[in-house]
């Protein structure tokens, strides 16, 4: 589902590469420090915060037509746009820029732009307070840390729920890159069969999860996604069953375990229920009673946010046992984008807001983002 890693082995639903999130306006263009300022500085340029040190995480949000990054600052519920990403010729404003942060501690972000140019891709300079140009070479990836490499997932199925490519035999596969993060030199290139739906990692491992389909139809519904394990540093795939009459909706991956998220094909109502089955292969949490926005798991614990009629339940259970630890009913928020840990408690990500949560006390604060959500 980021995807959406904080180094601390967290896995979000941020991998997934389909979702509400990913549908938006992009601007971006390589720049230096006086373009940026000159980008929010005119008529309809965008107010800039200067609290970049408060900042634990990033977004991207649209702010009066400008794409901008976010710092946010749970300590202080405050989401302010930091930083403008000013609008080129050859934006693609069709698919979604993604931003995220590798085991280093960098943050990167890439930018889709039209026909078949590579990406922009940018680092954010938190000391400089400024975007960074990096050279790109490859076109329409996500990006997903692992502990010394990183893998780019090819973004199929946010363009055309399509394979990238085909096999010898004919038969639809997806690629994967695999990068060291240092140069960014290709060291080798991943081939899985059918479209890539899911995808997950960990900073802590060199490892990826990925969920694909046979390609063109809606895994969720047909219940045909396949579940592998790939091994970045020497390229090997392993395949992980995926237990009949589950619907998959998330996909983490702490120290390269795959935790597989889905309802029962009969999902039955009344209150939420999460139940965890574990084997050496893979975890599966089966989620009964709502509609499951994302996912977030450790070596420790698995959190699920579940969309329960206009609200939202966020549940953590045990990773090894399936025991409850926490749950949270956030009142009035039917929909979550993405959630994120951080030491203030848990980010639940919506089109417009934000909403801390302290899973100990069941405490909520919602505050606004500067714009609509684009990534997190």
Not at 180 to 208: V, Y
Not at 215 to 220: N, V
């Amino acid at each position: 589902m980021t995807r959406k890693s904080r180094g601390s082995g967290t896995v979000s639903s941020h991998g997934r590469l389909t979702g509400p999130a990913r549908a938006a306006l992009l601007l971006i263009a390589f720049g230096s420090t006086a373009a940026l300022t000159t980008a929010c500085s005119g008529p309809g340029g965008v107010d800039l915060g200067t609290d970049w040190k408060g900042a634990r995480t990033f977004a991207l949000a649209r702010v009066d037509g400008l794409v901008t990054v976010v710092g946010i600052n749970p300590d202080k519920s405050r989401a302010e746009s930091l930083a403008v990403v000013p609008q080129q010729a050859d934006d693609d404003d069709s698919i979604s820029p993604h931003i995220v942060e590798l085991a280093d501690g960098r943050w990167l972000l890439t930018v889709p732009r039209k026909g078949d140019k590579p990406d922009r891709r940018y680092e954010v300079n938190v000391k400089d307070h400024t975007l960074d140009g990096l050279t790109g070479d490859e076109r329409l990836r996500q990006i997903l840390p692992g502990k010394t490499l990183v893998a780019e997932v090819a973004e199929v199925a946010e363009v055309a729920g399509l394979p990238d490519s085909k096999s010898a035999s004919g038969s639809a596969e997806s690629s994967v890159l695999v990068r060291d993060p240092g140069n960014w030199t290709t060291k080798r290139e991943l081939k899985i069969p059918g479209t890539i739906d899911f995808a997950a990692s960990d900073p802590a491992a060199d490892k990826l999860c990925l969920g694909s389909g046979s390609g063109g139809g809606d895994t969720e519904a047909d219940g045909n996604t396949k579940i592998s394990v790939a091994n970045l540093t020497d390229g090997r795939i392993t395949a992980v069953s995926v237990p009949s009459g589950l619907d998959v909706s998330g996909l983490g991956c702490p120290s390269g375990h795959p935790v597989v998220v889905g309802s029962p094909a009969e999902g039955g109502s009344g209150d939420v229920k999460v139940s965890l089955t574990r084997s050496a292969a893979e975890t599966v949490v089966s989620v009964d009673g709502g509609r499951t926005d994302a996912v977030a798991a450790t070596d420790s614990s698995i959190v699920v946010a579940v969309a329960d009629g206009s609200d939202t339940e966020l549940v953590e259970v045990d990773s090894a046992t399936g025991r409850e630890l926490h749950r949270a009913r956030v009142k009035g928020l039917a929909g979550t984008l993405n959630i994120t840990p951080t030491s203030a408690g848990w980010l639940l990500y919506a089109e417009n807001t934000v909403t801390r949560v302290d899973l100990g006390t069941g405490k909520a604060k919602r505050f606004d983002l500067p714009g609509t959500l684009l990534d997190s």
